[in-house]
């Protein structure tokens, strides 16, 4: 089976930056997936990880480093629609490649 | 834009009554995905579909819940009969060989009294 661990919480300041983490175990890691999820609304894809390393994309950064199940979501420039629920993702073949989701991590961005 | 669409956004219903959701994948995107997501358990997946056929429903109560594809634009959920511990929010969603990523339609909201 997959097991996809995120806190449950987090609270940021407008402006400041913030890291989301993301651990995982698997077999046959095929990719890992970061969703925005706004309250009644559905999941946006936001960034993809399948090597090692960092991927940009404007203020939202993605960290992958697949030897110690890791991943974080690094967000900059915190704005107050940030504020939503950021969701990991794996895709495995072990399980049969699709999607698994973490619980998800609820945001909070404060004046 | 290209989008993935649901129909019903919200239906609300009594126990013991079939619920279809309909839902059109991205126009090209041959694998189809339906999940439900509730406060308690997040986002689950149920079934899957590449080029219209299953592939994994081992999420889905197979007594009351089946999954379709009739033809590539439209896929179908239904439960049959309902119960009030299916009420929660059933997403869509499609994915291509052109992108990793799986692209969610706006859900539908499903209310069982």
């Known amino acids: 089976g997959q097991n996809i661990d995120q806190p449950t919480e987090m609270t940021a300041t407008e402006g400041a930056i913030v890291q989301i983490n993301c651990t995982y175990q698997?077999?046959?890691?095929?990719?890992l997936f970061w969703y925005q999820q706004h309250a009644g609304e559905a999941p946006t894809f936001l960034s993809y990880?399948?090597?090692?390393g960092l991927e940009e994309k404007g203020r939202f950064s993605s960290f992958l480093s697949r030897s110690k199940g890791y991943s974080y979501l690094l967000l900059k420039e915190l704005q107050m629609k940030d504020s939503a629920s950021y969701l990991c993702?794996?895709?495995?073949?072990?399980?049969?490649?699709?999607?698994?989701f973490g619980t998800g991590t609820q945001l909070k961005v404060e004046l | 834009d290209a989008r993935v669409t649901q129909t019903p956004r919200h239906k609300v219903t009594e126990m013991g009554q079939e619920v279809t959701m309909r839902c059109q994948p991205i126009?090209?995107?041959?694998?189809v995905f339906w999940y439900r997501q509730t406060m308690m358990q997040g986002l689950e997946l149920l079934a899957y579909?590449?080029?219209?056929?299953?592939?994994?429903d081992s999420g889905m109560p197979k007594d009351r819940f089946s999954a379709e594809m009739p033809d590539a634009t439209l896929a179908t959920l239904k439960i049959q009969p309902s119960e009030p511990r299916d009420s929660a929010v059933y997403f869509c969603?499609?994915?291509?060989?052109?992108?990793?990523?799986?692209?969610f339609g706006p859900g539908t909201r499903l209310t069982v009294l």
């Open positions: 969603a499609s994915g291509g060989l052109a992108t990793p990523s799986e692209f």
């Open positions: 126009l090209g995107h041959n694998t």
């Open positions: 993702a794996v895709r495995s073949t072990g399980g049969g490649n699709k999607l698994t």
């Open positions: 698997t077999s046959g890691f095929n990719g």
């Open positions: 990880n399948v090597l090692d």
């Open positions: 579909f590449r080029n219209r056929a299953p592939l994994d």
